[in-house]
């Protein structure tokens, strides 16, 4: 079964280590400043010639308050206004970059993300969808996976039907965690009556899928009281999970700095709330896909794995990793054949390159030969569990144990320690090391013992 995991409390201590998420290979962190416009256009103009499909992300950064665990690129504001101007660079990109591409490209995935994407006001949203439309070939047979990340408290009845109206059919709701005490800790005051309407309201106007994000390892967390946010949860039935590991990096994330540390539950405590709610999701019928990550059986992700079509990229798993990725907005990553790009993470910076009529890019970089490599031998693993030598060896003519060499000793330890299967023609990722794959998938990486660790989240 792809859903098994067997829970291995010393295997986990011994490879619950930081590293990256992998969505994408290289990692954002090998970005830069020497990648910009021109690159982008090349990239463009190579889509174009090649007829790929595209998904697209929207970054829409405002909220209206803070959450103390939040380390997405957002501005605190309740002044609505501050979304107007932005709101027209965002617009001055879309077409300008519409205008490198074929009108024949049909956006097969669409993601509205920030941020809190229903800051927006009905206006405003019906305005950037019309743009869109204009100016890039959206699906109107409601046949595209067209996604919007909620906030219940930002969003009623109103405004799922606008948002179905404007051609979104599947939803990702923000909930972290019901209990009182833990959502006062983090500043983010949201109970499951407003989820629960929201949710109802997605529904009854024939959303295709919804996602509820959780995140364990927050102050005020036990695992006794995460156990009854899960149980709660799983009574809303959403299509798909995702539980977080709240990663504490008060250096690098200033909101973070707000929460007590002393609030936070122990590392053993962390574990068991894991534990026990992939035991919890398992008897629900959930399926583990992976990093995070839990489905039904009938999700598309779920038969993506199982007929081994699953991908990844900045948007998680998903099974349009053919399309090329346009990223617009503040901050935004692109995934363009080959190339990796960013626009800049300063407001001010990207509105003002577009007020100047110049993209916004600031940094990024262009894949070479052993980077798609071991992008492709990372994705089968993270995806599938799973990576066939003869696959990667016809694909990139190449002798995989010859060009993998020094990195046996280690792929030998860890099918020792009964992560990974390690046979002449494969590599099978072991139901104990599943929840491990992300150090499976490190050995692989090049770059790694160059980086800082600390700029990353613990595998587990």
């Known amino acids: 079964m792809l859903d098994a995991i067997r829970w291995d409390s010393d295997l986990i201590r011994r490879y619950d280590l930081a590293g990256p998420r992998y969505t994408s290979y290289p990692t954002a962190v090998q970005f830069h400043g020497q990648v910009g416009t021109f690159d982008l256009f090349h990239a463009l103009r190579d889509s174009r010639k090649a007829q790929r499909p595209l998904s697209l992300y929207v970054h829409v950064p405002f909220c209206a308050n803070i959450c103390y665990y939040c380390a997405c690129n957002k501005v605190i504001t309740k002044d609505r206004g501050r979304a107007q101007p932005y709101l027209q660079r965002l617009e001055q990109e879309i077409q300008l970059i519409a205008c490198h591409l074929d009108p024949a490209q049909t956006v097969e995935q669409l993601h509205f993300g920030g941020g809190t994407p229903t800051f927006?006001?009905?206006?405003?949203?019906?305005?950037?969808?019309?743009?869109?439309?204009?100016?890039?070939?959206?699906?109107?047979?409601?046949?595209?996976?067209?996604?919007?990340?909620?906030?219940?408290?930002?969003?009623?009845?109103?405004?799922?039907?606008?948002?179905?109206?404007?051609?979104?059919?599947?939803v990702s709701i923000g909930l972290q965690d019901l209990d009182p005490a833990v959502q006062r800790a983090v500043n983010r005051?949201?109970?499951?009556?407003?989820?629960?309407?929201?949710?109802?309201?997605?529904?009854?106007?024939q959303f295709r899928s919804i996602n509820i994000d959780l995140?364990?390892?927050l102050p005020k967390q036990t695992p006794d009281n995460f156990d009854r946010t899960v149980e709660e949860v799983i009574s809303l039935q959403p299509d798909r999970l995702s539980v977080f590991n709240y990663a504490h990096l008060p250096e690098r994330f200033m909101p973070q700095r707000r929460i007590n540390s002393l609030d936070l539950p122990s590392p053993a405590h962390k574990l068991e709330m894991l534990q026990r709610t992939i035991e919890q999701l398992t008897a629900a019928g959930y399926r583990y896909i992976g990093m995070d990550h839990f489905a039904l059986p009938d999700d598309?992700?779920?038969i993506a794995q199982e007929e081994h079509t699953l991908q990844r990229n900045f948007q998680g798993y998903t099974t349009h990793g053919h399309c090329d990725l346009i990223g617009l907005g503040v901050s935004a990553i692109s995934q363009i054949g080959d190339l990796y790009c960013q626009n800049s993470s300063d407001l001010t910076a990207y509105q003002n390159s577009l007020a100047s009529a110049q993209l916004a890019t600031s940094r990024g970089l262009v894949c070479n030969a052993d980077d798609r490599l071991r992008r492709a031998v990372i994705q089968q693993l993270i995806c599938n569990f799973k990576l066939e030598f003869a696959e990667i060896e016809q694909q990139f003519n190449i002798d995989f144990q010859g060009y993998f060499g020094a990195l046996w000793p280690q792929l030998q330890g860890m099918a020792e320690d009964g992560l990974i299967r390690l046979e002449r023609e494969r590599i099978e990722v072991l139901p104990a090391g599943r929840l491990l794959v992300r150090s499976v998938c490190m050995v692989f990486d090049a770059y790694l013992e160059q980086q800082n660790r600390q700029r990353f989240s613990r595998v587990i």
């Open 300 to 302: 598309e992700l779920a």
């Open 189 to 205: 005051l949201q109970s499951l009556e407003e989820t629960r309407a929201v949710i109802d309201a997605a529904r009854t106007l």
């Open 215 to 217: 995140i364990y390892g």
């Open 120 to 170: 927006l006001s009905h206006d405003e949203l019906r305005q950037l969808m019309a743009h869109l439309r204009k100016h890039f070939n959206l699906l109107n047979d409601d046949s595209g996976d067209y996604g919007i990340e909620i906030d219940p408290r930002e969003a009623d009845w109103s405004t799922m039907g606008l948002l179905r109206e404007l051609g979104f059919n599947r």
